[in-house]
């Protein structure tokens, strides 16, 4: 039995005091059937979630320091397909309801024992990954981070297969843990970001600048916490940052062209991989090798998560 918001209504006045600060809202809300109970009134689409923040509802009034403690349906007896949601938002002071400390400004968090204005727990570490390497530094210049950085070829200037040149590279990690409402967990669980996504967009953590596509979050992972009545979840980011970049660059070699030929001419006829030149032919010899880039993880904007890493 769906339900419409067909109104809204400003709550009169707050209170903005020493045990809480709180403002309330009303929702006019149609229901299809004058049978529909409170339950369903309360989950008709549009309905903020317990435990999100005081947003949206409207224009240029939002404070993050407030969250929906309850809504409490009321049926018109007189149009029973007619119901008011109230919509109460609720903060507890840090002081725990010290008389002699009142709240001073409730867009502070740090006058409020609310969980989701906690900041984030932060881990930092790295992991090694094997890789096989088809460019490096120039092995005979030290002199600084910024030797040159060309293909490791052989003398014929043709890839090693056999076995291939390996090396061990550091990933940086993030572990991040932070209160969240249940608004942002359905925002979250609701769109791509819940299965992980290389950066879009460039994004600053802590003293690293990662450039798009070198960032990559992993699935984010949530448990679910109550305190003092309200329902939150605990949301676990895992981020890893890759110096060379998520978009791997692979040499591009074969050991046949793109007619099916290989290097001695015959169709078909499988030998030594030879390097090619991006289009499907043969490089000459001692001709500069061609690298092709390739990424097998989706990619999108993380900025919207960005808050709920401090």
Known sequence: MPGTIYGIRRGVGG???????????????????????????????GVPAQG??????????SNYSLILNSATAKQ??????????????????????DSQTPSVDPSVPEHRDNPLARPAEWTQGFRLVR??????????????????????????????TDPPLEADFPIVTWTI????????????????LLLGCLNQNEVQLGGINCQPGFLKMLPVSFRSMRERNLLFAQATFILEHDPQGWIR???????????????????????KAKNLDGNGSF?????????????TDIACDLSPLAPYWY
Do not use: C, H
């Open 15 to 45: 209170a903005f005091g020493t045990t809480s600060d709180s403002v309330t809202a009303t929702l006019l809300i149609e229901m299809d059937s004058a049978t529909a109970g409170p339950l369903e009134v309360v989950n008709t689409v």
């Open 76 to 97: 018109d007896p007189k149009a029973p397909r007619f119901w008011e949601v109230e919509l109460t938002y609720e903060s507890i002071p840090s002081n725990g309801g």
């Open 131 to 160: 890789r096989v390497v088809d460019y490096g530094y120039d092995p005979d210049d030290l002199s600084s981070i910024d030797s040159t950085y060309a293909a490791i070829t052989n003398s014929a200037r043709t890839r090693f």
């Open 177 to 192: 843990v932070k209160n969240v409402s249940l608004a942002v967990k359905y925002y979250i669980e609701t769109t791509s």
């Open 249 to 271: 660059s692979v040499l591009d070699s074969g050991a046949w062209d793109a007619s099916g030929r290989g290097p001695d001419g015959y169709q078909y006829v499988s030998g």
């Open 52 to 61: 999100s923040y005081y947003y949206g509802l409207f224009p240029g009034d």
């Open 283 to 295: 490089l000459a010899p001692n001709a500069t090798p061609v690298f092709l880039n390739f990424r």
